[in-house]
């Protein structure tokens, strides 16, 4: 079974441009999380969709959005990029339906922003 | 904000030698979980643990949970290099809507 996909791996862009970030889970899980690691703040949880839905939110600005497809793939958009955006961005898929249990992760993909 | 602890942040051991990470948390929880990550890649679940457990065990891991002290620790055995990393803790609050993760500890094992 093929693992948590996420592209691109490693990503460069400008102050104030925009960014999308895809992640396709693992075969048959229908969450998918995304997580922004820093070194200052670590491990934040930005959202989490299941069955095309957001569920849950993070403490994050409105310039940070995401959506899932009918496939389960997601993808997050990030506008307006900041400097203090810099960071790892990290997808997780599970098979629960509620609840937090063990989660997959992708390899993530590191965005830097000039 | 961070729902975990942990202590200490950086650990240097050497090989065959124990390991040992203790969480803290703040709120009730469903479950506590350790990860793993190694230098700036995904994470991987090691071992989860209920609220109503006290301990558990995988291969050469052994967690205990003592929910009264809202902490939890990791000990990891007979440490290989290979086991050089960062581990997390992560909590799901009975309150919360997310798995919110630990600062993390920094382990380096020697050879």
């Known amino acids: 079974k093929a693992g948590v996909t996420q592209t691109p791996r490693y990503l460069i862009k400008t102050r104030g441009q925009q960014v999308t970030l895809s992640c396709s889970p693992i075969?048959?899980?229908?969450?998918v999380s995304w997580y922004q690691q820093t070194p200052g703040q670590g491990l934040q949880f930005l959202f989490e969709?299941?069955?095309?839905?957001?569920?849950n939110k993070g403490n994050f600005p409105g310039r940070f959005s995401g959506r899932q497809f009918s496939n389960s793939r997601s993808e997050m958009n990030v506008s307006t990029l900041e400097l203090g955006d810099s960071a790892l961005y990290l997808c997780?898929?599970?098979?629960?339906?509620?609840?937090?249990?063990?989660?997959?992760f992708g390899s993530g993909t590191q965005l830097s922003v000039l | 904000s961070q729902q975990g602890e942990e202590d200490p942040q950086a650990l240097s051991i050497q090989e065959g030698e124990n390991a040992t990470m203790n969480c803290s948390y703040k709120?009730?929880?469903?479950?506590l979980q350790w990860y793993r990550q190694n230098s700036g890649r995904g994470l991987v679940h090691l071992i989860l643990?209920?609220?109503?457990?006290r301990e558990k065990h995988s291969g050469r891991l052994r967690v205990t949970l003592d929910t009264s002290k809202k902490s939890s620790s990791l000990l990891i055995t007979a440490s290989r290099a290979a086991d050089t990393a960062s581990y997390f803790c992560?909590?799901?609050?009975?309150?919360?809507?997310?798995?919110?993760f630990g600062g993390g500890t920094r382990l380096m094992v020697k050879p």
């Open positions: 997780a898929s599970s098979l629960q339906g509620q609840g937090f249990e063990k989660l997959f």
């Open positions: 075969s048959g899980h229908r969450s």
């Open positions: 969709y299941f069955s095309e839905t957001q569920r």
């Open positions: 709120t009730s929880i469903n479950n």
């Open positions: 643990i209920r609220s109503n457990e």
């Open positions: 992560a909590t799901d609050a009975i309150a919360g809507n997310m798995l919110t």
